[in-house]
């Protein structure tokens, strides 16, 4: 018995080996990270897609705490970057992220922000406490709205300033943001007399003026940084964190304002 041809073929016809795509594959890569991120994580993307040809980086920047939620709620990333260790450590208690791939990779500090040319002449500290002075901060829910609250706290607790001081400055507070980015902005377009952000977003806001907080009342925010359980990039994702890690990372960090876990 003869093999049977396929339809339209005959038997001096050889049936073609299958074509390998030469079309690399591409990877896309979903971060989900603090609003005070953005400018040093939009430069490390895209270092990073350089080093990686073939691989997406795509961000979605917010409040840490609205980031969590969402992931919470079944949104769909590879890596969280948070703010602080809370919001972090609530996904590790409903086991959505990968516990060994945890880890900090840049700190930050508080300054006080004020609009181009400091229109309500605000010189020290203290004067945030003055009567009628529009203050605008992050909500207390908001990683950088906590550690102002938390600053202000040290501060009453210093004969200099008195213990009813962060009474009278949050009694000045006329709006509570999302996140700091919006605190930053609205600052810069004189909606209020001042803010409180961290000093990464005061670099890269140059118009603005800025009070230092000295060591003994500032609150030093850690990075915490870690890979979903739900990733499809596992391996991607690890190598992205490294890639924050590296000197290269951490000196664009550095560039932006942060400190850096080589320090």
């Given amino acids: 018995m ?77 890596i969280f970057a948070s703010a602080d260790h809370a919001n972090m450590d609530k996904l590790v208690a409903n086991n959505l992220i990968i516990a060994s791939s945890y880890q900090d990779f840049a700190t930050n500090k508080l300054v006080i922000i004020l609009p181009p040319g400091n229109p309500a002449d605000v010189q020290a500290l203290k004067d945030l406490g003055n009567p009628h002075l529009k203050l605008i901060l992050a909500d207390l829910s908001v990683p950088a709205g906590n550690y102002a609250r938390q600053v202000l706290a040290k501060m009453s607790e210093d004969p200099l300033f008195g213990s009813d ?32 952000a961290y000093a990464s977003d005061a670099m890269a806001a140059p118009d603005l003026v800025t009070i230092s907080i000295p060591a003994k009342y500032n609150i030093i925010a850690q990075y915490p940084i870690a890979v979903l359980n739900s990733s499809h990039e596992t391996e991607l994702a690890r190598s992205f964190i490294a890639y924050i890690l590296s000197s290269t990372g951490q000196d664009i960090l550095a560039r932006w304002g942060f400190g850096t876990v080589n320090q």
């Fill in 2 to 78: 003869g093999v049977e041809l396929l339809p339209g073929t005959n038997a001096n016809q050889s049936i073609p080996a299958v074509v390998q795509s030469t079309i690399p594959a591409v990877h896309n890569l979903t971060v989900f990270a603090a609003a005070s991120l953005t400018g040093a994580l939009e430069e490390i993307g895209k270092g990073f897609e350089n080093a990686n040809p073939g691989v997406n980086v795509h961000f979605s920047f917010a409040g840490s705490q609205i980031l969590r939620m969402q992931i919470e709620q079944g949104a769909s990333t590879d």
């Fill in 165 to 196: 001081f962060s009474q009278k400055v949050l009694s000045n507070v006329v709006s509570n943001e999302t996140d700091v980015k919006q605190v930053v902005s609205k600052v810069e377009l004189g909606e209020a007399d001042a803010g409180i």
